[in-house]
């Protein structure tokens, strides 16, 4: 099925190691997108990426990799996880031009301990 | 570097038209705006969007201001299910890819 699909939707891990979060889309859209969104608030832009291979930093990219070396997949990296990137975090990937509709998969909860 | 200035919350009556407002005092010439809203517990979803001219689609209409400082989204007839969380969005004419976020407008509605 068309769509974009996070994964794992939950996800409980220890402080300092390493996760990786999933995001697949099928739309083959050029651009991508990475979120937190902290208990009732609104959503941070963390990494954007235009293209295969381009990556760029958002608002909150601190203690986050990502990479994209296929159009489809946009994996977001926590490499030593702290307390304070308990959070649900949103992939969301779109068109080329300005006028076009962002999707949002639908989140993967992350609770660091 | 959200550019968009909206209510915390609003309430209306189950039926009864809204009108979410946003105010975007800085917009260039090309930015977008978009609305998007976000369910509780889901991902936010595309809503509308316009750049000048007001614009409507099954789920709500836009009203844009002449000067373009301000937007308000309109949904015609309330439901419970409209109950969420707008985001009013300036697309970036010079940074496409930035693509921010404020904090939104809590809509509660009541049956």
């Known amino acids: 099925d068309a769509g974009i699909t996070q994964s794992p939707r939950y996800k409980i891990t220890e402080t300092g190691r390493q996760v990786t979060l999933m995001c697949h889309q099928t739309?083959?859209?050029?651009?991508m997108f990475w979120y937190r969104q902290d208990l009732g608030h609104g959503l941070r832009l963390i990494y954007y990426s235009a293209a295969a291979d381009i990556t760029d930093k958002g608002e909150v990219p601190d203690g986050y990799v990502v990479s994209r070396s296929k159009t489809e997949n946009f994996p977001l990296t926590l490499e030593s996880a702290t307390r304070s990137q308990t959070s649900v975090y949103f992939c969301?990937?779109?068109?080329?031009?300005?006028?076009?509709?962002?999707?949002f998969g639908q989140g993967t909860r992350l609770t660091v301990v | 570097d959200a550019k968009t200035t909206q209510p915390n919350s609003m309430e209306s009556n189950e039926e009864e038209p809204v009108h979410l407002p946003c105010n975007h005092s800085?917009?260039?010439?090309?930015?977008?705006i978009h609305w998007y809203r976000q369910l509780p517990s889901q991902g936010p979803e595309y809503v509308i969007h316009g750049l000048t001219s007001n614009v409507n689609n099954r789920m709500a209409s836009l009203a844009i201001a002449e000067d373009r400082k301000s937007s308000t989204l309109i949904l015609h007839r309330a439901t419970l299910r409209d109950a969420a969380v707008y985001y009013c969005?300036?697309?970036?004419?010079?940074?496409?890819?930035?693509?921010?976020f404020g904090s939104g407008t809590k809509l509660n509605v009541k049956p």
């Open positions: 800085t917009i260039s010439g090309t930015d977008y």
């Open positions: 969301a990937s779109s068109g080329v031009l300005m006028n076009t509709e962002a999707f």
């Open positions: 969005i300036l697309r970036d004419s010079y940074n496409f890819n930035k693509f921010y």
């Open positions: 739309w083959s859209h050029s651009y």
